[in-house]
């Protein structure tokens, strides 16, 4: 049998307006994304597409590093705090990631 993930049982508590804030910046991503797709359909040239693709890992990006600024202010401080130390090496782990 398969153990429990305890960081898949983990929340973040985030206020209605971080929530709203977060869900428009996606939307405006995906609707990025969907417009990358009407360009191949259309057969735009490639540096237009490019363009694009740039501007979405800019702004995939800028979303990322907020939610970073936030985990670290709020989540990773809270765990310091209580002792938990091993925060440490899981951010070390996100860090890797970028």
Do not use: P, W
């Amino acid at each position: 049998m398969k153990e429990s993930c305890v960081k898949c049982s983990r929340k973040k508590h985030r206020s209605e307006e971080e929530k709203k804030n977060l869900k428009r910046r996606l939307n405006i991503i995906e609707g990025q994304v969907r417009g990358i797709t009407a360009m191949i359909d259309d057969d735009r040239y490639c540096d237009e597409i490019l363009i694009q693709i740039s501007a979405i890992n800019k702004s995939l990006k800028s979303i990322c590093n907020e939610i970073f600024k936030n985990h670290l202010s709020t989540c990773v401080v809270d765990d310091i705090k209580n002792g938990r130390m091993e925060i440490i090496d899981e951010i070390m782990d996100i860090i890797g990631h970028f």
